[in-house]
């Protein structure tokens, strides 16, 4: 059950506005001044919050301010005057709707229902956003965030280490030689040879492999190259 808060301090409009929200099975909280209705707000999981512009104490310009600094919950501002509306666009307090008074309550109800839809949709698109992961055996490397985990520890890889033992990882069970690896990892233009890329294999070992001169992650392929081995 969604959870509202409206701040109102005109009881009989904040009644009226509980009544129709209960109604479609909300639940509601009122409180009736600026000071306790941001109080409220940041305290307590509301999903959505229905905010009159002119309050007793803080107003609603400030309590959305301050409600922003800390939440991205759906905040619908009410106004008794038209003119308000673009006050409050014009201030980029970030509300996402605006209603003027007198307004119908079924019609706060329909805006309360489309934000919350569409907050709920966002919200769930974003926790979807994972990020992109290569898992073998005890490593767990992190594309996005560009570290890497072995046995669930964290090692602190450089670039060059980092987007090689990625390669490797990526392409598991195929041999490469040095060359190939130093074209796929390091610019044509880079100072350097195909004795960088053992260096590089030997401090990767270092920090993956539990004992480098027996490793079981990348395998020396004598004569050849390197593999990630499965
Ligand atoms: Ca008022």
Known sequence: MSKI???????????????????????????????????????????????????????????????????????????????DIDKIRGLGLGADDYMTKPFSPSELVARV?????????????????????????????????RRVYVDGEEKIFTTKEFDLLTFLAENPNHVYTKEELFREIWDMDSIGDIATVTVHIKKIREKIEKDSAKPQYIETIWGVGYRFKI
């Open 113 to 145: 229902k489309a934000h919350l839809a569409r907050f709920n949709r966002l919200v769930g698109v974003a926790s979807k956003q994972q990020n992109d992961i290569v898992e073998i055996r005890g490593i767990r490397i992190d594309k996005t965030a």
């Open 5 to 83: 808060l409206i701040i109102e301090d005109e009881q009989a409009i904040a009644e009226l506005e509980k009544d129709y929200l209960e109604l479609s099975d909300f639940e509601v909280v009122i409180k009736n001044d600026g000071e306790s209705g941001l109080e409220s707000a940041l305290h307590n999981e509301f999903d959505l919050i229905v905010l009159d512009l002119m309050l007793p104490g803080l107003d609603g310009f400030e309590v959305c301010r301050r409600i922003r600094e800390e939440k991205d919950i759906p905040v619908i501002m009410v106004s008794a005057k038209k003119d």
